[in-house]
């Protein structure tokens, strides 16, 4: 797909077939991740496709939806605090190099036909506990990654001039 289209078709996707993942994609989804910017290339993150049912099933007792369950891989974004850069007052920016990254992957996923969905609405000790992820390192974000088994519906969005703005 070309850019704009993959980012136009991009969706949240909360109902998932168990059709394997290709491996080519897959590795073409690392690949996105492995250029994706940091600040000062630090690349303070881990990402691992689960697709293995007992960890699968460990992730799913923290965040129990039925649409997690379903995909066949559960993508984990892990983060270290320690080895990101700091804004000048020591405030770690993590979440900022995390997310970047992340749309990386959700966005090459969306190239790949696949689809996916951020879930951070969990508690990050039992989820670092249930996946055995000792600090520095913590879970930031999840998301399934598989074929969408419904089209998802179309998003209203503010228009363009409520969120962009040239300023001269």
Known sequence: ???????????????????PIPENALQRIGEAVQ?????????????RIVLNPELRAKICAVYSSEWLAEAPAIVVALGNRDECWKRLEGQPIIDMDIGIAMEHLVLAAAAEGLG?????????????????????????????????NTEPTKLMRKPLDEVFMVMQ
């Open 1 to 19: 797909m070309k850019f704009y289209e993959v980012i136009k078709s991009r969706r949240s996707i909360r109902s998932y077939k168990s059709d």
């Open 35 to 47: 250029l994706a910017p940091s600040a000062c290339n630090l690349q303070p993150w881990k990402f």
């Open 116 to 148: 996916t969905c951020w879930i951070c609405a969990y508690d990050v000790a039992r989820m670092n506990r249930a996946l055995n992820i000792m600090a520095p390192w913590s879970v930031y974000a999840i998301s399934p990654l598989g074929c969408a």
